[in-house]
């Protein structure tokens, strides 16, 4: 029988409601696994078990009351440590920030407790939350609990390693730049990217961002399973008037065409043959399941990646080169002048552009979904990448770069994103990434449970 730190979210919390085993146990045993196997690959770096245990007492007594705790009834959960937690350090992963405690939740903090998950640590990122590679002069580095020679992904690499390693059932990540669907690709994982909007974001301990992350940062779920992520949306997305740009749009089933669009390298971009082998497999997956595919070219991919770099370098550049001077991290800083580079000047003028082509992108979009609401195409144009290759040259800087095309692009678009593992290619897990029209999150589910259906569950990887 499998062990309590091996099952799903959904069964966790089915097992707890139903009195079948308490939140207690199931907070205790994840928190033993934790202590098992968190020191060899560093995803969690901030730990707090007795007020998890207190958390998970709280479940068990609404329960005893024959009250509801909520959809994440006595799930264990991380959160990223670039969010709010009050009482804990929301340190992005800088040394500057080390003593930067938080007064009060996040949003997305406060709805996972009100849904009664059980938050058992706060997890890794890289200094600024910067990179595809999990890595800081604060915390140290991240390994994938699947490979260790391979990046974890990032900027949530520390929860995409703890969810696959078994230390929680739902990790929160953070993605302005592909930063949960890259760490669920890399750690053999689902992750979704919701429309922004959809899940309230809001740090008291910081001055609100600039427009570039207003536009283009969300919050989401990293799983084990497809049905996973939709209940942790449904928790993360409840309504919170603490940010100006929250839509509180209905979780619809309405009906809508299954039709598909494959873009096996969009915008012509580089893609290897175990990448577009997942394609063309989950392509396959999908028609068996009553899907239409039909392979076509989308809206443009590398235009949106172009306006994701203005909005972000003017995002960083005015309000955070003091802050990367500071902290002094050379990888940071060399990922910082690579950027850079790639989005060339950012000026008002340049940026007032980019939000002017923003929308003529966005509307290009949207007519497409009207026909396709599904965009099969790739998480990333190559195997999730050897540890730190970015910072090994400029020229290795642009192959990670120009791989994870899509990963820039859809943020810009502000629509969801659906990261769906699919298997392991020569020690390596691989996926595929699914894109829909706004606020409808439940058509990627959909696509990415008959994706998910056809292979074999996903496992809890033994780090040793």
Not at 336 to 346: P, Q, R, T, Y
Request: aromatic share 6%; charged share 20%; net charge negative.
């Amino acid at each position: 029988m499998a062990e309590i730190w091996e099952w799903t979210a959904t069964q966790i919390a089915e097992q707890v409601r139903a009195r079948r085993v308490s939140a207690v146990e199931v907070t205790q045993a994840h928190l033993d696994r934790l202590t098992a196997v968190n020191p060899s690959i560093n995803a969690v770096v901030q730990e707090f078990p007795e007020e998890a245990l207190d958390a998970a007492r709280l479940v068990d007594a609404a329960l005893r009351r024959d009250e509801d705790p909520g959809v994440l009834c006595g799930v264990p959960v991380t959160i990223k440590v670039n969010v709010d937690q009050k009482g804990h350090a929301t340190t992005n992963g800088l040394r500057i920030q080390a003593d930067v405690v938080a007064s009060d939740d996040s949003p997305v903090v406060s709805n996972i407790r009100r849904a009664g998950g059980i938050i058992l640590g706060r997890t890794n990122t890289p200094a600024f939350s910067l990179r595809w590679f999990t890595n800081n002069a604060l915390h140290g580095q991240t390994l994938n609990p699947r490979n260790r020679e391979i990046t974890p992904g990032g900027s949530s690499g520390g929860a995409a390693a703890a969810v696959a390693a078994g230390i929680c059932a739902i990790g929160h990540g953070t993605d302005i730049a592909g930063s949960i669907r890259y760490p669920a690709y890399a750690c053999g994982l689902h992750g979704l990217r919701p429309t922004t909007g959809r899940v309230p974001a809001y740090n008291s301990s910081a001055p609100d961002r600039f427009i570039g992350a207003q536009l283009m940062a969300v919050s989401g779920p990293l799983a084990r399973s497809i049905d996973d992520l939709d209940i942790a949306l449904a928790a993360m997305s409840a309504p919170d008037p603490r940010d100006p740009w929250y839509v509180p749009a209905l979780a619809t089933s309405m009906d809508f065409p299954k039709r598909v669009a494959l873009a096996l390298a969009p915008d012509g971009m580089p893609v290897c043959g175990e990448v577009a082998a997942a394609l063309q497999d989950a392509a396959a997956r999908l028609k068996d399941a009553g899907w239409i595919v039909e392979e076509v070219a989308c809206p443009p991919m590398r235009r949106a990646a172009a306006i994701n770099a203005c909005l972000w370098m003017a995002e960083t550049q005015f309000g955070a080169a003091d802050l990367l001077a500071r902290e002094d991290e050379a990888d940071s800083q060399f990922v910082f002048e690579c950027m850079s580079e790639d989005a060339g000047e950012v000026g008002f003028t340049s940026l007032m552009q980019a939000l002017q082509a923003r929308a003529a992108l966005v509307r290009e979009w949207q007519m497409f979904q009207e026909t396709y609401p599904v965009l099969l195409c790739p998480v990333s144009g190559e195997l999730p990448f050897d540890q730190q290759i970015d910072v090994q040259s400029k020229e290795s800087f642009a192959r990670v770069f120009e791989a994870q095309l899509t990963q820039r692009a859809l943020p810009t678009l502000g629509m969801p994103g659906l990261a769906v593992a699919t298997g392991e290619e020569m020690g390596r897990p691989v996926g595929v990434q699914l894109i829909g029209p706004r606020y409808r999150e439940d058509i990627l589910l959909a696509a990415g449970r008959d994706i998910e259906a056809v292979g074999n569950p996903i496992a809890v990887s033994d780090p040793s």
